[in-house]
């Protein structure tokens, strides 16, 4: 620049920069209500396109399917061998599973779903086999 010549500065008044450090302010505000909202969420679940409404949207059916009874199911008892009583000790892990399943409370895949089936009916072989019988697995 030389000198003389009138220099190409801007100059802003007081009440336009009031004015953005007000917006700014405002803005901050809203930054710090956002992370307060989300504290907590993962940022996979906000990757993946979850919402603070959707997630409580979802958190609402699920307490609703949580407020829904699941019965038990068929008590056995070991004392007649293993078979259904109503005063009996324990529940069949399987029965329980096809409750949880039933009422939507618990999915399982195909596969795991399989082989749980196949475990459990081993199981019941195990249990409900004669003495001296011998499985060769």
């Given at each position: 620049?030389?000198?003389g010549?009138p220099?190409?500065q801007?100059?802003?008044s007081?009440?336009?920069?009031?004015a953005?450090?007000?917006?700014?302010?405002?803005?901050?505000?809203?930054i710090?209500?956002?992370?307060?909202?989300?504290?907590?969420?993962?940022?996979?679940?906000?990757?993946?396109g979850?919402?603070?409404?959707?997630?409580?949207?979802?958190a609402?059916?699920?307490?609703?399917?949580?407020a829904?009874?699941?019965p038990l199911?068929?008590r056995?008892?070991?004392?007649c061998?293993?078979?259904?009583?109503p005063?009996?000790?324990?529940l069949?892990?399987?029965d329980?599973?096809a409750?949880?399943?039933?009422h939507k409370?618990?999915?399982?895949?195909?596969?795991?779903?399989d082989?749980?089936k196949?475990?459990a009916?081993e199981?019941?072989?195990?249990?409900?086999e004669?003495p001296g019988?011998?499985?060769?697995?």
């Open positions: 620049m030389q000198q010549l220099s190409r801007r100059y802003y007081q009440e336009y920069v009031s953005l450090l007000a917006e700014l302010k405002g803005k901050y505000r809203r710090a209500e956002l992370e307060r909202i989300t504290e907590g969420v993962d940022q996979l679940a906000i990757d993946g979850w919402t603070a409404r959707g997630m409580s949207e979802y609402k059916s699920l307490e609703a399917r949580l829904t009874p699941v199911p068929e056995y008892s070991v004392d061998g293993v078979c259904a009583d005063n009996g000790e324990w069949s892990y399987s329980v599973v409750a949880l399943c039933e409370l618990l999915e399982l895949s195909k596969p795991v779903a082989d749980y196949q475990a009916r199981c019941v072989d195990d249990l409900t004669k019988k011998h499985h060769d697995r």
